[in-house]
């Protein structure tokens, strides 16, 4: 049961109560956390496992609790002061990942510092653009996202990708499937058969098994951990400012999905915590500490950040709304990253761990969307927009070279999957008429 006592944001449980409640967060992200960084990484040529990827994973973490904390204790107009934990997000994966590959991540990171600005201008508008983001569209998004993303995770369980040059002979191998099969089942039996902690951080856990597996099998290598120092410096533009207009636009598309996204989880939080809706400000705070943590993170190396709706879960199991939980959680996010031998570690995970892990997230996110489009009525207008939607945005990015001859950036933002299934979803949401059926 709920106890009241804990449903004010404002209210602390005693500190060896608190402190659990805080990791648990950090557990239920951890991982989700680190992958998009890993992607854009490999996308843009970095070494797997070398110095650069592993500064990348520690922005992700470091920045990760920053946002965190931006959102949970605020500053005037700024964070929803809700038990929102930030983290990394998976919306920005698939444009990123196409920037970085062919303009590098300078363009990518300069993008996602002005990104971040406009959509914490959003804020101050955010409440009057909720109708041009319905579930249906909204849906359609995130299941884009997740469908996009889940060939990648197969690449990865099977022992590479083509980032990665990984030799013909090992991959899909059985020792690379046994490593990444072995983090699934590790990872749902403990996400329905355990409770609690257990059951939060199921995904870590398995991961951490599949590692155990890989290095039993000789997988792994540790060089990099021992390379590593125990504090890091952190290095504001380290690849520079490259600025592109397309690669601005691309970025700015997906930051206003994932301020919608933020809306929906500040609600969720609310709801879900104290039996409230969420205030005009709350949801405004909600989306400046999106932004401010996007700009920030990207100006020393990391990526978007936005709010992670599997830490809503644990508001909503614990019945614990205290927002100081969630600062606890980014303190120690804060603290990993500036600790680059815990990213050192996380770079040194074999892909095939990765991708068992990745399968399970991946698949999630489709679901979710699936989820979120069930709000729908299946009309025929609904299906038609679904069907066109997907068919263009998903269809393009099977069949790049369809739109060869489209310059550059543009090029990447309609193979992208995200950017032209929420284009279309919002261009026919908005002209078809509604008594269509």
Known sequence: MTDTTYSDPNVTPPIAQAVPLGLQHVLAMFASNVTPSIIVAGAAGLAFGGPEQIYLIQMAMLFAG???????????????????MQGTSFAFVGVLAGVAATMGLSVALTACIIGGVIHF?????????????????????ILAIGLYLIPVAIKYA????AQFQMEAESFGSLKHWSVALTVIVVSLALKFFTKGLLSNAAILLGLLAG????????MVNFAPVANAAWVTSITPLPYGFEFNLGAVIAVTLVSIVSAIETVGDASATAKAGANREATDEEIS???????????????????????????????GMTGIMSRHVVTIAGIIMIVCGLVPKI???????????????VIVMFGMVAAAGMNVLCEEKMTRRTMIIIAVSLAFGLGLNLVPTAVQY??????TLATSAVAPTAIMAIGLNLILPKDLD
Not at 70 to 77: A, H, L, R, S
Not at 158 to 161: E, L, N
Not at 211 to 218: D, I, N, P, Q, S
């Open 158 to 161: 099977a022992g590479g990708a």
């Open 285 to 315: 705070g909600a989306t400046y500490a999106d932004g401010l943590g996007t700009a920030v993170a990207g100006v020393f190396g990391g990526l978007p950040n936005t709010s992670f709706s599997q830490n809503v879960g644990i508001v």
């Open 406 to 411: 489209l310059p550059g950036v543009i090029n």
């Open 121 to 141: 201008c959003l804020g101050v508008v955010i409440k009057n653009l909720r109708w041009l983001f319905p579930p249906l569209v909204t849906g359609l998004v």
């Open 343 to 357: 990213g050192a570690v996380i770079a040194s995970m074999p892909l095939p761990v990765l991708g068992g892990g």
């Open 66 to 84: 920053v946002a965190t904390v931006f959102q949970t204790v605020g500053v005037g107009p700024i964070g929803a002061r809700l038990p929102i």
């Open 211 to 218: 590692y155990a597996l890989a290095f039993a099998l000789g």
